[in-house]
């Protein structure tokens, strides 16, 4: 139920990053989200995930990848924790976006007020809907998680200027039990050759499996928010592992300046 006051933010990236016809978005999650599961062995679904932003064309395999490790816990996922990089608007610290609901062509998600409602009282969290308003980082990954999961809300955090351990503090207060993902929105690095970008991403690759958390803003524009995951995952003796590592040479063909991708799960016992 839409609460009185509050708006639903429309999708902004619809028809650029992906399709904006229901039916073709549809499509395109279902073979991507196929080809994902066809290649991976049956684990138990992840408390956290990794994934990146771009437009489907470019990082949707490797979003898919890691997302298809989800289908496991369709019923049981009930609250989607959100967080992603700003790229359009400045804030400061980690910003929700004062609105009942997350719009897409699939339809719209409503937000987890009572989430919200546990974040009361830390001073990083700030409202901004004009972070959010043209913000595709966090928008890109609802469409794959209106295809897995069944029913949702959603908590979503434009990361703005903050530090790791002002993400890792949020994410303690919104960890909950089963019920609840954690999806963290991160490409690699950016307009390197592609080799470079190769042994750059791999670099990177093993700082988040190795809990680093001096990984810079030009190996992963979501750095901060990766690096606040790998605080808590680390102190909680979550279990990394790197499901998916391309770049836009692979899935799109150019290889003279690439952007790199990367998918991680992270679980609370040994996959």
Same mark, same amino acid.
């Given at each position: 139920?839409?609460?009185?006051?509050?708006?639903?933010?429309?999708?902004?990236?619809?028809?650029?990053?992906?399709?904006?016809?229901?039916?073709?978005?549809?499509?395109?999650?279902?073979?991507?989200?196929?080809?994902?599961?066809?290649?991976?062995?049956?684990?138990?679904?992840?408390?956290?995930?990794?994934?990146?932003?771009?437009?489907?064309?470019?990082?949707?395999?490797?979003?898919?990848?890691?997302?298809?490790?989800?289908?496991?816990?369709?019923?049981?996922?009930?609250?989607?924790?959100?967080?992603?990089?700003?790229?359009?608007?400045?804030?400061?610290?980690?910003?929700?976006?004062?609105?009942?609901?997350?719009?897409? +062509?699939?339809?719209?998600?409503?937000?987890?007020?009572?989430?919200?409602?546990?974040?009361?009282?830390?001073?990083?969290?700030?409202?901004?809907?004009?972070?959010?308003?043209?913000?595709?980082?966090?928008?890109?990954?609802?469409?794959?998680?209106?295809?897995?999961?069944?029913?949702?809300?959603?908590?979503?955090?434009?990361?703005?200027?903050?530090?790791?351990?002002?993400?890792?503090?949020?994410?303690?207060?919104?960890?909950?039990?089963?019920?609840?993902?954690?999806?963290?929105?991160?490409?690699?690095?950016?307009?390197? +050759?592609?080799?470079?970008?190769?042994?750059?991403?791999?670099?990177?690759?093993?700082?988040?499996?190795?809990?680093?958390?001096?990984?810079?803003?030009?190996?992963?524009?979501?750095?901060?928010?990766?690096?606040?995951?790998?605080?808590?995952?680390?102190?909680?003796?979550?279990?990394?592992?790197?499901?998916?590592?391309?770049?836009?040479?692979?899935?799109?063909?150019?290889?003279?300046?690439?952007?790199?991708?990367?998918?991680?799960?992270?679980?609370?016992?040994?996959?």
């Amino acid at each position: 139920m839409n609460q009185a006051g509050l708006s639903v933010r429309p999708p902004a990236v619809a028809g650029m990053f992906y399709p904006g016809a229901r039916g073709e978005l549809a499509q395109d999650l279902a073979r991507m989200l196929g080809i994902a599961s066809s290649a991976s062995p049956e684990r138990p679904a992840p408390k956290a995930v990794i994934a990146p932003h771009a437009g489907y064309v470019y990082s949707g395999p490797v979003a898919a990848s890691v997302y298809a490790l989800i289908a496991p816990a369709r019923k049981r996922i009930t609250r989607v924790v959100l967080l992603g990089p700003t790229h359009r608007v400045a804030v400061r610290g980690l910003a929700l976006p004062g609105v009942n609901g997350f719009a897409t +062509p699939l339809g719209t998600v409503d937000i987890d007020r009572e989430a919200i409602g546990a974040l009361a009282g830390l001073p990083q969290i700030v409202v901004s809907a004009q972070a959010h308003a043209q913000e595709h980082s966090l928008e890109v990954h609802l469409p794959f998680l209106q295809a897995i999961l069944e029913t949702f809300t959603l908590v979503p955090l434009a990361v703005g200027h903050a530090s790791p351990q002002e993400v890792a503090a949020v994410l303690e207060r919104l960890w909950g039990g089963p019920e609840t993902l954690i999806v963290v929105s991160s490409d690699l690095s950016h307009y390197l +050759p592609y080799e470079d970008a190769q042994a750059v991403d791999r670099a990177t690759a093993k700082a988040v499996l190795d809990f680093a958390t001096d990984i810079s803003h030009e190996q992963a524009c979501g750095a901060t928010p990766v690096m606040g995951l790998v605080l808590v995952a680390r102190q909680r003796g979550l279990k990394p592992e790197l499901i998916d590592l391309r770049n836009s040479g692979d899935t799109a063909g150019d290889r003279s300046r690439v952007v790199g991708y990367g998918s991680f799960a992270f679980y609370e016992s040994a996959p």
